[in-house]
């Protein structure tokens, strides 16, 4: 199964690369291609993977291999990450991302469809932008506001009720995926002046380990919660 999805990964890059080769994009342009690429596919063999296994349990096994993945990079690259009370403030972050936005939208995913979660997954930008302008005060111009009205319109007609996904999408799983969403757009906007302090991969590595931290805790919850509904029963 692993090597399956690897193997789909790479054909999937390799695709866009040629793309963006045959397009002549700039290298930014690119990657960005490639990562919203490799987030549709995400959703789609998560979604599949949760036949299997329960959200939780699945959101920390993928967390625990991307912290051995970042882990193994930081080291590779020689990054340092310092001991220090600002380390650990910027690690407190991962509560939001991964954290508590990964959790409400591994949820959301077991209720709706693939299709419906990364169409709302692309709202991250637009909120982004409403949250720093309630938040910060940061001014936007009317570009801006029409294009994300387009998207607020573009996302309502997707996940509404019969739409596009024939009843099989869940009015509650959308909206705990854009409760996602809105914890990844807060995230966005605290992380955005931590970035200069520490290299990105060893940001990524720091709050991947305090979200795999919190992940379990999460399990452990949800245990004694099913454990008192079955004692509620006899």
């Given at each position: 199964m692993i090597s399956l999805i690897l193997e789909i990964?790479?054909?999937?890059?390799?695709?866009?690369?040629?793309?963006?080769?045959?397009l002549k994009l700039p290298q930014g342009v690119s990657l960005i291609v490639s990562s919203a690429a490799v987030y549709g596919l995400t959703m789609v063999v998560t979604k599949g993977a949760l036949d299997r296994l329960p959200p939780i349990t699945l959101l920390t096994v993928q967390t625990a291999s991307s912290v051995c993945f970042f882990w193994t990079l930081v080291?590779?690259?020689?990054?340092?990450?310092?001991?220090?009370?600002?380390?650990?403030?910027?690690?407190?972050?991962?509560?939001?991302?991964?954290?508590?936005?990964?959790?409400?939208?591994?949820?959301?995913?077991?209720?709706?469809?693939?299709?419906?979660?990364?169409f709302i997954g692309t709202m991250e930008p637009v909120v982004t932008i409403a949250l720093s302008w309630l938040l910060l005060k940061e001014r936007i111009n009317k570009s801006l506001i029409a294009l994300g009205l387009i998207a607020c319109l573009g996302v309502a007609l997707v996940a509404a009720p019969g739409a596009t996904s024939n009843g099989r999408g869940s009015v509650w799983g959308d909206g705990l995926m854009f409760l996602g969403v809105i914890f990844a757009s807060l995230y966005a906007i605290a992380t955005s002046h931590s970035i200069r302090d520490l290299a990105p991969v060893g940001i990524a590595a720091i709050q991947q380990s305090f979200a795999l931290l919190f992940f379990p805790s999460c399990t452990e919850r949800c245990f004694r919660v099913a454990a008192r509904d079955d004692d509620s029963k006899f």
């Open positions: 990964l790479r054909r999937f890059l390799q695709f866009f690369h040629a793309i963006a080769q045959s080291g590779w690259q020689g990054s340092r990450v310092p001991l220090t009370w600002s380390t650990v403030k910027i690690g407190l972050l991962g509560l939001l991302e991964p954290g508590l936005s990964y959790l409400s939208g591994m949820f959301g995913l077991s209720l709706t469809t693939a299709s419906n979660a990364t």
